[in-house]
């Protein structure tokens, strides 16, 4: 004989019956929002407290592999050729039993400074094909003039959506 699937069913929902019931609730709220809020609070301060235990340890730890990363380089660097051969086409790595050592060019990059002044030099010398120009819509000329807009394709006019938002009442302290 086979089963039928059982159907879970959806959990009920306390949907308040009265004005009173509904304030009531938005009281709840409130009270369980400053209870998230001092929870949130109380796990920072458990974190900044074993931050603060372990940050000596955890500095101290990463100054030793920073001064034992400088000597391994500069003693591989001084035996480069030794370790990778006369062509560095032939490799870049080199086996050191526990680990790997390997020099790695970056790809060519740009970079800029003075932005402005870089753009203006290139407009000066004809160069424009170096100029990104980023062309989008601008909404919020739409919005002041809707009408020459109207019938674009793609170009659609949102209105009436309706947020419900609840915000409990509750006493801001004032910080000196």
Same mark, same amino acid.
């Given at each position: 004989m086979t089963s039928k699937p059982t159907r879970l069913k959806a959990p009920t929902l306390a949907v308040p019956q009265s004005k009173n019931d509904c304030a009531a609730d938005i009281k709840t709220i409130g009270d369980l929002q400053r209870q998230h809020a001092r929870e949130q609070a109380a796990?920072?301060?458990?974190?900044?407290?074993? %931050?603060?235990?372990? #940050?000596?340890?955890?500095?101290?730890?990463?100054?030793?592999?920073? #001064? !034992? #990363? %400088? *000597?391994?380089?500069?003693?591989?660097?001084?035996?480069? %050729?030794?370790?990778? *051969?006369?062509?560095?086409?032939?490799?870049?790595?080199?086996?050191?039993? %526990? *680990?790997?050592?390997?020099?790695? !060019?970056?790809?060519?990059?740009?970079?800029? +400074?003075?932005?402005?002044?870089?753009?203006?030099?290139?407009? !000066?010398?004809?160069?424009?094909?170096?100029? +990104?120009?980023?062309?989008?819509?601008?909404?919020?000329?739409?919005?002041?003039?809707p009408d020459a807009v109207r019938g674009v394709p793609g170009i659609k006019f949102v209105t009436g959506v309706e947020d419900f938002v609840i915000t409990p009442f509750e006493a801001q302290p004032e910080v000196a």
């Open positions: 796990m920072n301060d458990a974190i900044a407290a074993i %931050t603060l235990r372990h #940050q000596p340890k955890l500095d101290a730890i990463a100054q030793a592999i920073t #001064q !034992k #990363q %400088t *000597g391994v380089q500069a003693w591989c660097e001084a035996h480069r %050729t030794e370790l990778c *051969g006369e062509n560095d086409r032939l490799g870049k790595t080199a086996n050191m039993v %526990t *680990g790997d050592v390997s020099w790695r !060019k970056r790809p060519t990059s740009v970079e800029i +400074r003075g932005a402005k002044a870089v753009l203006q030099a290139l407009v !000066k010398r004809g160069l424009s094909r170096f100029i +990104r120009t980023k062309q989008q819509p601008n909404k919020d000329a739409m919005l002041s003039e």
